[in-house]
């Protein structure tokens, strides 16, 4: 399992990561109920909107490999959204990046 990257925007946590030739996205939606949420996504990236009481969340997060997202699949449990995405290509290309 490799980790990619966390991100926060707008109160939504994001942690993804590939497993099987998957993106596993995980985004925490304290307090939101499963029908007051909607996705979209494309080959880049996804957008997730929540509504919790009165106030509407929007944020959307940019993927560092490209995904199908016609295959996608989302739960929900627990408070955290859970996408799984084949990847076009699994084999990522990765180079290592010298720090000094």
């Given at each position: 399992?490799?980790?990619?990257?966390?991100?926060k925007?707008?109160?939504f946590g994001l942690r993804n990561y590939v497993e099987n030739g998957n993106l596993i996205a995980e985004v925490k939606l304290p307090r939101v109920k499963k029908e007051d949420i909607r996705i979209e996504g494309g080959e880049e990236g996804f957008c997730v909107k929540a509504k919790r009481n009165k106030?509407?969340?929007?944020s959307c997060y940019f993927l560092g490999?490209?995904?199908?997202?016609?295959?996608?699949r989302a739960d929900f449990i627990k408070g955290t959204l859970r996408l799984r995405i084949p990847l076009k290509s699994e084999d990522i290309h990765a180079w290592p990046v010298r720090l000094r």
């Open positions: 399992m490799r980790r990619l990257r966390m991100i925007k707008n109160g106030k509407h969340y929007e490999h490209c995904v199908d997202p016609t295959l996608a």
